[in-house]
């Protein structure tokens, strides 16, 4: 089956820096990443995804990186501000009827202020 | 919007009761999934059901059941609660395919004494 891993687990920044969280996967069947934010006593909200036939894909200050080849994608947060601060976690995916996600273990990301 | 809504945002219950959690979701996916979340242990599939009356067990289905009757609705049940079930639940609804996305509900705290 399906692993998903991510680094690293706890990530400290100061406000207005650049934030980087990346994933790798195991099964090259999978074709769709999500990234999920999860702020302190709530559920996990999609941020970002992308597809297996794209690269690339941004969103303002968030951003997403996908090499299929290399079976790791990444996260990136530009210009990080206070409310950034959350647990992160990435997914894979391979669709199908079950549609089921492989989650990584979560990164907790601290803006400093 | 997506809407995901769980019956309860916290639970406390003695060991040995039965605990219903139910999960309600508003866009008519075919998928819907349970995810128990511990510290360090991040989304771990409980139970997950693709079709009304149809389930299929996640990674960690030992000590729990479900129910889903209806298409929105998927309930998720503690037989016999212990205080090793103490955890974040978290519901989750998607639609079938490939590169579609899962929507969390807020989760539900469970702490069993």
């Known amino acids: 089956g399906e692993n998903v891993e991510q680094h690293p687990s706890t990530l400290s920044v100061q406000e207005g820096d650049s934030a980087v969280i990346k994933c790798t996967y195991s099964?090259?069947?999978?074709?769709?990443f999500p990234w999920y934010k999860q702020e302190l006593g709530k559920g996990p909200q999609l941020i970002i995804d992308i597809r297996s036939n794209v690269g690339e894909k941004k969103d303002q200050r968030i951003a997403v990186t996908l090499n299929k080849t290399a079976k790791h994608f990444s996260l990136h947060i530009t210009e990080t501000q206070p409310e950034d601060s959350a647990v992160y976690f990435c997914?894979?995916?391979?669709?199908?009827?079950?549609?089921?996600?492989?989650f990584g273990s979560g990164t907790k990301l601290n803006v400093k202020p | 919007d997506v809407k995901v809504t769980q019956s309860s945002r916290y639970l406390v219950k003695r060991t040995g009761e039965k605990v219903f959690l139910e999960c309600v979701q508003d866009m008519d996916h075919e998928n819907m999934f349970w995810y128990r979340q511990d510290p360090g242990l991040g989304l771990r599939l409980i139970y997950f059901s693709y079709d009304v009356k149809m389930k299929e067990k996640g990674d960690i289905p030992e000590g729990y059941s479900v129910s889903r009757e209806k298409k929105e609705r998927f309930s998720l049940i503690l037989e016999s609660a212990s205080t090793n079930q103490t955890s974040m639940y978290l519901c989750?609804?998607?639609?079938?395919?490939?590169?579609?996305?899962?929507?969390f509900g807020p989760g539900t705290r469970l702490l069993v004494l």
């Open positions: 997914a894979a995916s391979r669709g199908g009827n079950f549609n089921k996600f492989y």
């Open positions: 989750a609804s998607g639609n079938r395919g490939s590169q579609e996305t899962q929507y």
């Open positions: 099964d090259s069947a999978s074709n769709y």
